[in-house]
């Protein structure tokens, strides 16, 4: 019985190694063996120094496959966190984005947060569409957020000039909303060096600009937002850090 079982396995993971592969796969995984190869002749301990991850930027980004951060900013691997998701959206339900916030800041300690929008974003484009799309119209509330409190303005303007406009409010608010958040706050209650940045990405000429709407202390928060924090809280530090291998370890 137990051999059976093996042969059954066996026979599937041979299926499984022999099933047609898709040809942009197998390019993929050829372009891979090229560039490691490449940067071994180069540069013989490259990999080996990946090891070390201290990153000083993690920079929140759209998941559109166009927008490439690392190339477009020539930042090498090791430099910058990144975090990806539709029409870069900072939420404070959203688990995911504030766990890495919290890794980013209390663990890596790093000094910028860059949220990056671009044009041409879809999920931007489709938050303005009033038809049905699915879980994603949920998803999106909060960019018809922006477009509402903005109306007066972006309904005056043409298609185009009101996506792009869009496109750059969103990112403001986003700006805002990491601001609002109480792992934000409390870096800076705590005395840490911590810029929120707004950038855009304009895709039809490739250049990143700085929206200069760069947050960097308590006062831009507004009353309604600004958590109080109690030295119980200030003074507590982190039940787990990072050794110099990235390697968790627990007081």
């Not at 197998?26 to 490449?38: A, G, V």
């Not at 990946?50 to 430099?79: F, Q």
Request: with cysteine.
């Amino acid at each position: 019985m137990i051999e059976g079982k093996q042969k059954e396995k066996q026979d599937l993971m041979s299926a499984l190694n022999t099933a047609p592969k898709d040809e942009l796969l197998l390019t993929m995984l050829s372009n891979n063996e090229r560039y490691r190869q490449r940067k071994m002749e180069e540069d013989p301990s490259y990999f080996v120094r990946l090891k070390e991850n201290y990153p000083k930027v993690l920079m929140i980004t759209c998941v559109d496959s166009r927008m490439i951060p690392h190339l477009l900013t020539r930042t090498p691997p090791g430099k910058m966190m990144l975090f990806r998701n539709i029409a870069n959206i900072i939420a404070a339900s959203d688990i995911s984005i504030v766990s890495t916030l919290h890794y980013a800041i209390d663990l890596l300690d790093v000094k910028h947060i860059i949220i990056m929008g671009h044009s041409g974003c879809a999920g931007v484009i489709t938050s303005t569409i009033l038809s049905y799309h699915g879980v994603i119209d949920n998803y999106l509330f909060p960019v018809k957020k922006v477009y509402h409190e903005n109306e007066a303005e972006l309904s005056k303007l043409p298609k185009e000039a009101m996506y792009r406009r869009l496109q750059e409010l969103n990112v403001r608010e986003q700006v805002s909303n990491c601001i609002r958040l109480p792992v934000v706050q409390k870096a800076w209650n705590i005395g840490k060096e911590l810029f929120i940045h707004g950038w855009f990405f304009e895709m039809e000429t490739g250049k990143v600009m700085d929206l200069n709407i760069t947050k960097s202390r308590k006062e831009d928060i507004d009353e309604i937002y600004d958590f109080r924090f109690g030295p119980e809280i200030l003074g507590a530090s982190p039940s787990w850090k990072l050794n110099k291998r990235n390697s968790i370890l627990y007081h």
